[in-house]
């Protein structure tokens, strides 16, 4: 579980109720060792008024060999 504390005023934004599955979420980027990492969210639901949200997010690694770890 992810908690954002970051306080926010009224109704959720509406950059945290964006339908779907979104790449270059974070984490994304490349390592020291030259893996690539690759972060995706997916917003399940959320609650405007509540200011809740539920996401699946997921990371896949790329080693410099091409391998996933």
């Not at 954002?4 to 959720?12: A, I, P, S, T, V």
């Not at 779907?20 to 893996?35: E, I, M, Q, W």
């Amino acid at each position: 579980m992810y908690v954002d504390n970051d306080h926010m005023e009224g109704d959720l934004n509406e950059d945290w109720r964006q339908p779907g599955v979104h790449t270059n979420r974070f984490p994304t980027g490349t390592c020291a060792n030259g893996a690539r990492v690759q972060g995706t969210t997916e917003t399940i639901w959320w609650d405007a008024p509540r200011r809740l949200v539920q996401f699946r997010r997921s990371a896949t690694v790329t080693l410099p060999d091409e391998r996933s770890p």
